[in-house]
């Protein structure tokens, strides 16, 4: 019983201290100012710098260089070494070590991009009338990378193959509206980038030109 009347006496306590602790204050005054900034679009005299750089500082090849507010800014080339003829088929990869193309839209308007690409005959550097028949060129989905801490929604990849014949185009990389602001890679493993050659061509030291173009709005 003791015990019961302490604790009632303890709370009855502390209901009065409360009490008598409320005072009123007066209503202080109060303001609002104003934060503003005024975003234009990018530098268009200035090259963009590679999202993936190569890994030698000085090494700069597959940078376009090209200036604008829409830009290709780096395409790293597809080299496939030298091989021997068999009587089969075969199938070739690039050794290049993150092999990437980069696109930057610093337009600031979310309209969107399409990158398309094609690809031409492979002729010999010395007989310019010998064609390597029936070549194809596969290029794999990739994974995009892009600067640090940028909000614009990503783009999409696609896995494309090419015939080399020089007639047509396939988009490897799209933005749709509000997406793909900012740079964008589409970075590719090397082992997946596939050049496919039929057998029974003659020999020859062949190229072929990968002919890039980038469209100012979606194609699909």
């Keep these: 019983m003791k015990k019961e009347k302490l604790v009632v006496a303890i709370l009855g306590g ?3 201290l409360s009490l008598g602790a409320q005072t009123s204050i007066a209503a202080g005054d109060a303001a609002t100012s104003q934060v503003q900034i005024k975003l234009q679009p990018g530098n268009a005299n200035k090259p963009v710098d590679p999202v993936v750089p190569n890994e030698d500082p000085n090494d700069h090849t597959g940078e376009t260089g090209n200036v604008g507010l829409l830009t290709i800014d780096k395409v790293t ?14 199938t070739f990869s690039i050794t290049a070590k993150n092999p990437n193309i980069q696109v930057s839209d610093r337009r600031g308007e979310g309209q969107g991009w399409a990158l398309q690409v094609g690809l031409s005959a492979f002729l010999d550097a010395k007989d310019t009338d010998k064609v390597l028949k029936g070549a194809e060129l596969v290029i794999p989905d990739g994974h995009l990378q892009t600067t640090a801490g940028n909000v614009s929604k990503k783009p999409e990849e696609f896995a494309v193959k090419l015939e ?3 007639k047509g185009m396939a988009t490897l990389m799209q933005a749709d509206k509000d997406s793909g602001m900012g740079s964008w890679a589409d970075v590719l493993d090397g082992k997946d980038i596939k050049l496919l050659v039929p057998a029974g061509n003659y020999s020859g030291e062949y190229s072929a030109t990968l002919n890039w173009s980038l469209v100012d709005a979606p194609t699909k």
């Design 14 to 16: 502390v209901a009065v």
């Design 77 to 90: 080339p597809f080299e496939f070494g030298e091989h021997e003829l068999t009587e089969d088929a075969e």
């Design 164 to 166: 080399a014949d020089g």
